[in-house]
T-cell receptor, first 119, second 112 residues
Framework: GAVVSQHPSWVICKSGTSVKIECRSLDFQATTMFWYRQFPKQSLMLMATSNEGSKATYEQGVEKDKFLINHASLTLSTLTVTSAHPEDSSFYIC???????????????FGPGTRLTVT | GEDVEQSLFLSVREGDSSVINCTYTDSSSTYLYWYKQEPGAGLQLLTYIFSNMDMKQDQRLTVLLNKKDKHLSLRIADTQTGDSAIYFCAESIKTGANNLFFGTGTRLTVIP
């Protein structure tokens, strides 16, 4: 149980284009999903918290107009990187909290990640 | 702000025990976690410990928490080559967002 998928696994796009990454909780409902970014040999940096049915909460320094987040259902959140540039190349990982466990338990289940390369 | 630190590298011989250490600064941590990341993959939760516990054992894994010193460790007994990966400690604190704050990660290399 508690499986999170991401699609695509990797994507190469041209500079200036937009790319959408999907994060799905497959066997549980997630009112809250998180988007992280990981640079090579570095830790995960939280970009934003995605809340079902409301606006995402962005961390300081993350451009909300560039990284569009939509959490339209209890099992799907999307991250769209708009007007991508080579410096946006990174490994993007999402996670989801299992609503069924209740708010007292803060465990997050992670997706396998999406490697974005902008040429 | 929250600061979670780990040493970057650890090498051990197959069959030996590995001990990965982590220090954190926020005393209001609720849960502390250990995640494993294999190359090109997402994070796999290995184990977690509630902040009012001192120790937790789960098969080959032993987690020790020294809350006074804000020090967390993960011991892997009988380390195998399949244990080679990056290990992240993480803490969650009682804030509205209930975020996870990750350490820098320790790359464990198991030598056959």
């Amino acid at each position: 149980g508690a499986v999170v998928s991401q699609h695509p696994s990797w994507v190469i796009c041209k500079s200036g284009t937009s790319v959408k990454i999907e994060c799905r909780s497959l066997d549980f409902q997630a009112t809250t999903m998180f988007w992280y970014r990981q640079f090579p040999k570095q830790s995960l940096m939280l970009m934003a918290t995605s809340n079902e049915g409301s606006k995402a909460t962005y961390e300081q320094g993350v451009e909300k107009d560039k990284f569009l987040i939509n959490h339209a259902s209890l099992t799907l959140s999307t991250l769209t990187v708009t007007s991508a540039h080579p410096e946006d190349s990174s490994f993007y990982i999402c996670s989801a909290r299992d609503q069924g466990r209740g708010l007292a338990f803060y465990e997050q289940y992670f997706g396998p990640g999406t490697r974005l390369t902008v040429t | 702000g929250e600061d979670v630190e780990q040493s970057l590298f650890l090498s051990v011989r197959e069959g030996d025990s590995s001990v990965i250490n982590c220090t954190y600064t926020d005393s209001s941590s609720t849960y502390l976690y250990w995640y494993k990341q294999e190359p090109g993959a997402g994070l796999q939760l290995l184990t977690y410990i509630f902040s009012n516990m001192d120790m937790k054992q789960d098969q080959r894994l032993t987690v020790l928490l020294n809350k006074k010193d804000k020090h967390l460790s993960l011991r892997i007994a009988d380390t195998q080559t399949g244990d080679s990966a990056i290990y992240f400690c993480a803490e969650s604190i009682k804030t509205g967002a209930n975020n996870l704050f990750f350490g820098t990660g320790t790359r464990l290399t198991v030598i056959p």
